[in-house]
């Protein structure tokens, strides 16, 4: 697994953003990546040394590759919701799944193209591919 770091590089809508990762460095349909605060938490702090020892990952979501060109992927939640219900003509179940919406700074939403935290998601944040 490749353990380079990547960047959210353009939010399309609530649903799909784009990272700085694709082909050219092993990622495929299915793969997931957790999406980090692109600063981290606070910094840890040695209580005895006073030394900076690092700051944490804070991860905003984990998301799946649904769509991967040679240098950047497009990526969603794996999460849905299932609705079940009954079709009022038929009388028949039907189901329905719905895509969770990303949290993510709706100011950076570039516009959709065709085709844990509660910390939005913002263009800059890193991308870790997990599997």
Known sequence: ??????????????????????????V??????????KFGSDPII???TKEELGRLDITKATLIVTAVYPKMSILESESTYHINGKASYFFNDYHKSIKDSLNV??????????????LPIQIGDKAKMIE
């Open 105 to 118: 700074d709706l100011n950076e939403i570039s516009g959709d193209i065709s085709t844990k935290s509660d």
């Open 46 to 48: 040695d209580p005895e």
């Open 1 to 26: 697994m490749n353990t380079e770091t990547f960047r959210v590089v353009k939010i399309l809508n609530t649903k799909q953003i784009i990272v700085n990762a694709g082909i050219k460095n092993g």
């Open 28 to 37: 495929t349909i299915g793969t997931k990546f957790k999406i980090l605060d």
